[in-house]
């Protein structure tokens, strides 16, 4: 194990205490200012799809942001876990689409056929990805099993990280095959 990963480990035990300890207070507080800042941003409004995680514990709540993008009639695409690292995207049509898959995150229902890249990536496209913590300069700490890093490389969708203010940190560190995201949003102002 290289310097950078106890780091990594290190950072991600200690931030996962902080997660715990978070209200559902201020939770459900940070996850409405932050679902509105979303919405109001320009990389969605500009989108004509997204690509977003379903929110589990512990994540800002993105369902008013899955349902504001329905509604507005966006192409919505959530991921699904496959194992080993490995992503992959589906269309969402509605919440009655997902159902409990891996570690008990809400994904698409068995059945539903994955998308091809150039159905959910494209400039006019805006991905919104969860993480463990963040600095401001969009380097990013995930659950460590390297999901999102592979999911987004060579995408040229706009890359937006939704995370509690509690959650950010002045540095993360980063290996050269981690992804930085082009903006960070929180409850915070920025």
Known sequence: MNDITTRKNEVRKQLKEITRGLSEEYMSS???IIAGKCIESSEFKNADRIFIFVSMKGEPDTTKVIERALEDGKAVYVPRCLGNGIMEAIRLRSFEDLEPGHYGILEPRAGLKPAEPSEYD????????PC?????DGKR??????????????????KLMLV???????DIPCDSHDLVMDRVISELDE
Not at 122 to 129: G, K, Q, V, W
Not at 132 to 136: C, I, N, R
Not at 150 to 155: I, Q, V
């Open 122 to 129: 494209s400039e006019t496209a805006a991905a919104f990805i």
């Open 30 to 32: 940070a996850s409405d």
């Open 141 to 158: 700490l995930g659950h460590g099993a390297g999901y999102y890093d592979r999911f987004l490389e060579g995408r040229s969708m706009k």
């Open 164 to 170: 509690y203010g509690k959650q950010l940190l002045d």
């Open 132 to 136: 463990v913590a963040a600095a401001k």
